[in-house]
């Protein structure tokens, strides 16, 4: 009853065995130059397809038709169709309309399974295709227009005093290779930024993009032969970070994917645990989870209440979720992708509570169908990073084998006997907890690229915006106006220095030892803290100093900003990494001290106060610009500000424990304290780093720029903390004033080179995607 | 050939004339309880409805079809699709199955027309509907399911030193009806947030809302009869500030329409253009544009290039773009509904530039079909804020009748002679911009009710959600962690402090004279700077206080965050609006001393700054809590600081100016400087009415627990400037100690206090609609 109309574009695209055949249905009814007898004999080509059904050959004959042509309406259908589906599969460079069809025809199939074999199907779309007679790439480029080619960067507006690639070379450091490839992988067609609205689509793709990057080998970079002594976790960070410039939900998932589960398969695992899972981890056949915090516990990890019960009978755990609050939480991986999860749980051996320990629990089964017993839920939208699909998992008394606990540490043998190396559950804990030591470096060194994208939008575009000026004059570029020259430099310093302290935690990371693993893991927990606080407020920066155009999707920064958010409160949440700093610091300073109590203590304090900063009138009065910018002054300052509060958060501590006050209460009541010696200490050590990282810097030109910007660290750092050394006497006013005045003549200074300081950070301008980063006033 | 296989949903669903039939095709289906018989019945009574055309007869006669009936998978389409439109109209509260047939109508009716007039229509689906022998009223319930109720708050964990109502009553203020009536709207089910990924979507439901809160008369607030004299602006911005609990889009939506187009109109118009505009403007009628910023000038609107150029010859404008540059740009209300707007351009009248005037321009016609020579592109996607639909204006010697012109003050007549009240461009220029401030008041109430949302949620989960706690005790509450008290309560004592003083802006705008018309507009330039710097930061911490659940979507400060991002730059950059200040502060400075320069200055300055902190050593080391919570005393060192800042910048730029150095560049060189002063006015300012705001309070509680408010916030102030006051001798090291311990010791004494302090606030449950906020744990 219905033949006597057009042919739709419903009932077309509505049969999946059609959709190998859609691209050429299309281009024959466009093309203009097919007569009618060649449409009739594509038709009778195609009919004799075995793949198509009865109903299939129904439609594509009234598709064929030549007497009632689709209407042009239901050709834009079509084409739309196509043109979206290409675009998701971001195969923009397809060849031919076979390759085309092919790839609708997978498109199609995840609903109702290829029509045949692909070899077969693309064999025979070949033929039908030069059965047509038109040039294929031709119509394919006009059908997928391929993406609009970057813009060209505009110069700087002055002339610079150094070689931007040299200073690359500096900061590329000793995994230049590492970091080439990523930005080579990284420039193919199919990385460039996607709708991040349609949240499955988003997922598939990260995962596809990890799925290629690690086909080419980015996996096989951390985890070489499933062997943990030739792991190059050193190149792998540096790979990381470099990733890090590109969308940061591809770069979470693969922290999440290689960093910490693979780790924890590497660190808590044994050599039986390496051999067999390694492998799949680097070539991302097992996409794997993290499954660490619980909706109760997030921050307090050592209180979650998993359980996983030893099973004699059996030789099995049970690992079990006993309510809601147990529920496994924010477990990257998991809504959509993993089929395996590290669990950290409560382990119970023959009665007895033995702390938390992990074990390997599989999720799904090869076809992604969630096991039984095992829960997962969907986190939701979230901020940011809606490419990443974390979800919740419950356990409901499901059972491993023995073998899938993670044994390094801790031992279950056949008949229920544990043993463990590490005497007592807490300390146990927390060697195992190392494991996120390689997430913690991972995401200092993520959200330091992120600043650095940020920055160099930002810094670009005040280059070139001009706004205000002179009458009658032109107007003034936005980087010539003084406050948008300190807003912007004075965290390009930051960059500079947390970069170099960041090479620093990763050499330390790579060389620990069983003696320094506690040091290294507060550096790590320290230096993530203050790196990601750095990136959050360097991003709302840099989007106000772009004003509404800082506003535009287009422009990046709302990415950046939405996706590095969390950043400060995962993989620890700041504000407890950083008492964690200064419970290890007190710690040392316990230690150090431990014979010779309350009197050694303040005598070497003040024996050190007097020898680190000569508190004399002169010095604290000095305000000559050779003194100013003495990096031993300025690092000195900070020293004696870290020993002093290490000294009276102390004694403040003593005290109350000494009149009976619970620890906890103890702490609570000192806590801003403690976060202040944090911070002290990790300001002191970044600049430390910088100022060693300059020193071995041999090219003068490199060195006076990258000098100015540790002075203008340096300098900031007393500057912003003025009221405490003026407070305890260290400056008097008069030098906090030239302080101030130095800031404000180093920005001045730092100015004319500051385009070729960001475009030192080498971010690819595909990465950076950012009209007003690129040179162009707006999208 | 097809009519062997049963009907499909995309048959259905795309013929608009089935439209109204859909909802009752499917119930008939699903509902189990209707014969073959009855279904033909259906089929036969609908079949004679004139509306429907031969091809939808077909397919009816197919849906209609006991013997091949459609598929359930077939069915969960078409369920899918009257939920989403359903729910996309938000009429959950539907009573028939005709009245949202008659829905689904309308929407497709966007594509085609509707397939009759609706009273016809809607009659026919009754009868229809009444066949069919089933109850309507429970077929819709639960095809389209009301929204779920919402959750009940929890209890604050500690019992509460007064009652947060009688504070509420106290911050409500003079207009507790305006807010009361606005609470009172969005308590309708239609203001429920709605996604904001399909912008089109979202686009027209905030329209849709602006509509329904016009016809319920919140644009007849502030344009009553279409009358200057009779508006109430300080009701209608209280209106607005409760308005912005809920979706910001709507707010700036309601901003750009009522406040910027609405306000241009009623300042720098006519009665004549008072009459004929404003009651359409009250009743949305005719969406308007505040056409002001270029591409190449968004801070600097001196210098737009949009011209308008008067023809003697037709008595008309001719407004025109330049070049892209001088396109207009970020024009809320232009991508999709605004049909008039009002465009500053520089006026040429017989040859002569007269600067910066405004004109009436139409946009789109009745139908919203762009007009001839007007062309709007779309800014594109957003951080937040998608809900308003910004776009770009380009002007093709666009011809307007003298008339449009704004004419205030400035006039043309027909021979094309200018009058002007106020001699010289710039003076009136500035005295055009006055219609900003409108805007900048509306900005800084709409963001301090974003902060309040966001403090609302982190304070109730603060005191629900526990973390870690002594050695086998309970956890303890996170508002119970010193830190936690620290970084959530003093941003709440500076939002109690700026309600104050944002109380004190509303009533100077009200009142304002012309004589102090140029001081309101720099104290709303300056809180609009402080405030939404504020938002941005409070809403930052609210944020990392929450950790991952602060995050996630459901829990609203995403949302909070991207949407009043912008308001740090938008209706004038924050850095911009503060040198405003700081210049306004020097005009007024120089003019008290113009007769007797410098030397007098100086001496005053010395006179007053003795006369306003004894600056003696019993003072600066005063550290008694008595004196330490004096406000008269905080109050006398921040009034300190402004009169140095003064004097000194001053000086600075006249010796600058004296040795010859231009303008611009001299005050660029001093801009820091400038900031620093404007940054200590506006506090002092803030501090100042927050003293008078307590002082008024009689109800003993409350005035305990807003002088501890008042207190923190001033000492708030000393503490995070300590470098300042220690550099300049008000402080010694000791008191500056104190003040910070002072700090710690009123968060402790805040803290049983702050649920209810959040409470008073009088945020609906709806508005605030995230799950942790209403004590939940998680969603």
Redesign the interface.
């Known amino acids: ?3 006597d ?1 057009r042919p ?1 574009a ?2 077309l695209l ?1 049969l999946p065995r059609l959709a190998p055949l859609v691209p050429m249905l299309y281009v024959a009814w466009t093309d203009g130059e097919l007569t009618h007898e060649e449409l009739r004999a594509l038709g009778e080509a195609a009919r004799q397809q075995p793949w198509l059904d009865l ?1 299939s050959n ?2 594509l004959a ?1 598709w064929l038709d030549p007497i009632l042509p689709p209407s042009a309406s239901e050709l834009v259908v079509v084409r739309e169709h196509i043109r979206h589906t290409a675009e998701k599969l971001f195969h923009s460079g397809q060849q031919s309309l076979a390759e085309l069809g092919a790839h609708l025809a997978e498109v199609a199939a995840g609903r109702d399974g290829l029509p045949a074999p692909m070899p077969e199907l693309s064999q025979a779309l070949k033929q039908l295709e030069d059965s047509l007679g038109i040039s294929g790439r031709e119509a394919v480029r006009a059908l997928v227009p391929a993406a609009a080619p970057a813009p060209k960067r505009v110069a700087p507006s002055e002339p610079t005093s150094f070689d931007p690639e040299a200073l690359r070379a500096v900061l590329d450091r000793k995994y230049p290779e590492a970091r080439e490839q990523v930005r080579a992988w990284l420039d193919a067609p199919a990385f460039r930024y996607t709708d991040a ?1 349609d949240t499955d689509a988003y997922r598939d793709r990260v995962f596809a993009w990890l799925k290629s990057l690690a086909d080419q080998g980015l996996g096989r970079i951390a985890y070489p032969e499933g062997n943990e002594t030739r792991a190059d976790l050193g190149a792998f960070i540096a790979a990381f970070e470099t990733l890090a410039f590109f969308d940061l939900s591809l770069v979470v998932k693969a922290g999440v994917h290689f960093g910490l589960f693979g780790a924890s398969i590497l660190f808590l695992g044994t050599e039986r645990h390496h051999r067999e899972y390694l492998p799949k981890v680097a070539s991302l056949e097992l996409p794997g989870c993290f499954a660490m ?1 619980e ?6 990890v050592r ?1 979650v209440e998993t359980v996983a019960r030893y099973d004699k009978e059996t030789g099995e755990f049970v690992v079990h979720t006993p309510d809601d ?1 147990a529920r496994k ?2 477990i990257g991986n998991a809504a959509r992708h993993g089929r395996i999860a590290t669990v950290f749980a409560q382990l119970e051996v023959g009665g007895k509570a033995l702390g938390v320990h992990a074990l390997l629990v599989p999720l799904r089964d090869v076809h992604g169908k969630v096991l039984p017993g095992v829960r997962i839920e969907d ?6 990073l809606n490419g990443v699909d974390n979800g919740r998992i419950w356990f409901d008394h499901v059972r491993v084998p023995r073998e899938n606990l993670l044994d390094r540490f801790g031992q279950v043998d056949a008949k229920g006997e544990y043993q463990s190396s590490i005497p007592g559950d807490s300390k146990r804990f927390f060697t195992m907890l190392g494991t996120l030591v390689a997430g913690r470096v991972s995401v200092a060194c993520a959200a330091l690229s992120a600043a650095k994208s940020g920055l160099t939008i930002a810094v670009r575009y005040g280059d070139m915006r001009r ?5 009658g004059a032109q ?2 570029r936005l980087l ?4 948008h020259q ?1 807003r912007l430099l004075k965290p390009l310093a930051k960059t500079y220095a947390l970069d170099f302290a960041l090479e620093y935690l990763v050499e330390r990371y790579v060389k620990r030892t069983e003696e320094d693993a506690r040091e290294v893991e507060a550096l790590a927990a320290g230096l993530k803290a203050y790196a990601s606080w750095h990136t ?1 407020a360097v991003l ?1 920066e840099a ?2 100093a772009c ?2 155009q ?5 422009n990046r ?2 990415a950046l ?2 996706d590095t ?2 950043f ?3 993989e620890g ?4 990494l950083m008492q964690l700093v200064a419970k290890g610091l007190l710690t040392g300073y316990r230690q150090r001290f431990e014979d010779d109590r309350v009197h050694a203590v303040l005598k070497l304090l003040a024996d050190r106060a007097a020898g680190v900063v000569e508190r004399n009138p002169f010095t604290t009065r000095r305000t000559d610009v050779e003194h100013l910018r003495d990096g031993d002054f300025q690092l000195r300052v900070l020293r004696y500000r870290e020993e002093d509060l290490m000294a009276s958060v102390s004694r403040r501590l003593r005290k109350r424990l000494g009149a009976g006050v ?4 103890a702490f ?5 304290h403690l ?1 202040a010696l944090a911070h002290a200490h990790v300001e002191r050590l970044v600049l430390e780093q910088f100022l060693k990282g300059v020193e071995a810097v041999r090219e003068p030109g490199l060195k006076t720029v990258l000098g100015r910007l540790c002075d203008l660290y340096g300098l900031s750092c007393l ?1 912003s ?3 405490w050394f ?4 260290l400056l008097e ?1 008069s030098k ?2 030239a302080i101030r005045k130095e800031v ?1 003549r180093l920005c001045a200074e730092v100015r004319p080179d500051a385009v070729a300081l960001v475009d030192a950070f080498g971010i690819p301008d595909t990465c950076l995607a950012a009209p007003i980063g690129l040179g162009r ?3």
Chains 1, 2 share one sequence.
């Open positions: 009853m219905v033949e109309t739709t419903h009932e509505s109903r129904i439609v009234r609205h915090s909706l109760r516990h997030g921050s307090n209180d609050g939480e924010w986190c939701g939208e979230k901020m940011g706004q205000f000026g002179p009458v107007e003034v010539d106006h003084q406050t300190l959050t709302q989007r106000e004003g509404g800082g506003y535009l999707t287009a920064l709302p900003k939405a958010d969390v400060t409160t995962f949440d700041n504000t407890v619970e620890a906890f209460e609570n009541q000192c806590q801003e976060l500057e903390a003025s009221g003026l407070e305890h006497g006013g906090a004033r404000e006033l707006a999208p």
